[in-house]
């Protein structure tokens, strides 16, 4: 019971003193730079959702695809999924869009349904629309061609 | 006739003239009254529901700053359908204070789908007349739509279209038990169903 104890006052009193190093130290400049924490805050430029006619490549193999488009109005609700107005397997030939994947279509059994299995129901888990933004850093990454 | 005679005629037709006026004028004012946001939110049906989803849309807010309130899209604005509406209303009253079939959020949750049929099938009729207020297929530039919009558009013109048809659950959340891909725009055409 004495150690844990212990340890936690040695760790706070670390944590203090690497605070009051850290406010002294004007050199460490954190991610967010030597903008006084006190002054208004930066105006941060807003990024929008993207639209790119023809998607995105895939960076590497079996990468669930980007999203081109704007999805701000498409609800996904356990009662029904707006995505498929367009992605469904009804509907994606008249309006030019990507069919939900055959994967979507089989339960963690495999068996094969014929409806959007539930595992699958929320399309943004692992496809995401884009903003058009720098990279914050130099960046190098060359996808799978 | 005798200047009496003329007298009271004139007397008549002034109080007639005048009542006029008031009458009329007061209908109009307390129709008004009723076609109002604030009305429609008085009761806590529409408060509490169909309200909080508008809120969430561009219908509500928007990078001009205009906004459809309630009866720009279901109130018709013609004098004669606009009558015709508000009759129709005192069915809802009948729903608001006796049958209290739709005084929760759950019992509005079980009568969405009855609930969206009826406009959707209003909309259908009038060829979304209300919609038509605002939004004109003259007065739209498919160079400023999306190229997906408005080749979409182009075929809805073609074809003859109306805005329901694709455009459901725009400003108030999707029922339980439609399912929007099931739905192909256009109604009864089947051109969608080839795919295997």
């Known amino acids: ?145 | 006739m005798t200047s009496t005679q003329k007298k009271s005629t004139f007397t008549i037709l002034l109080v007639g003239i005048v009542l006029g006026i008031l009458l009329w004028g007061g209908f109009n004012w307390t129709l008004e009254l009723t076609n109002t946001e604030q009305f429609c939110i008085s009761c806590h049906e529409m408060r509490d529901t169909p309200y909080q989803e508008l809120q969430e849309t561009i219908h509500f807010t928007n990078r001009t700053g205009v906004r459809a309130t309630c009866p720009d899209c279901h109130v018709p604005r013609e004098w004669i359908y606009k009558i015709i509406r508000k009759i129709k209303a005192t069915n809802e009253l009948y729903h608001h204070f006796i049958a209290k079939d739709v005084d929760t959020p759950e019992k509005f949750e079980a009568h969405r789908l009855e609930l969206a049929k009826h406009v959707w099938k209003t909309m259908k009729e009038t060829d979304s007349r209300e919609c038509r207020n605002c939004h004109d297929f003259n007065s739209m530039d498919f160079d400023r739509q999306e190229t997906r919009a408005a080749d979409r558009h182009d075929e809805a013109i073609d074809k003859g279209y109306t805005c329901i048809d694709c455009h459901k659950g725009i400003s108030h959340h999707l029922p339980e038990g439609y399912d929007p891909g099931a739905d192909a725009p256009g109604g009864d055409d089947d051109e969608g169903d080839d795919a295997e």
């Open chain 1, 1 to 145: 019971m004495k150690k844990p104890f212990t340890a936690a006052i040695v760790a706070t009193s670390l944590l203090f003193a690497m605070g009051t190093m850290a406010t002294a130290a004007e050199k460490l400049a954190s991610l967010r730079g030597t903008h006084d924490i006190e002054g208004s805050s930066l105006k941060v430029s807003k990024k929008k959702l993207i639209s790119q006619e023809g998607g995105f490549e895939r960076s590497y193999k079996k990468q669930p695809p980007l999203i081109p488009h704007k999805i701000e109005k498409y609800r996904i609700t356990l009662k029904n999924n707006g995505c498929l107005k367009c992605h469904s397997k009804k509907n994606h030939k008249k309006e030019k869009a990507p069919m939900v994947g055959e994967s979507h279509f089989l339960t963690r059994d495999g068996k094969k349904l014929d409806h959007v299995s539930t595992r699958r129901w929320f399309c943004n888990q692992c496809h995401a629309p884009q903003l058009n933004a720098k990279p914050l850093v130099e960046n190098e990454f060359v996808g799978l061609k």
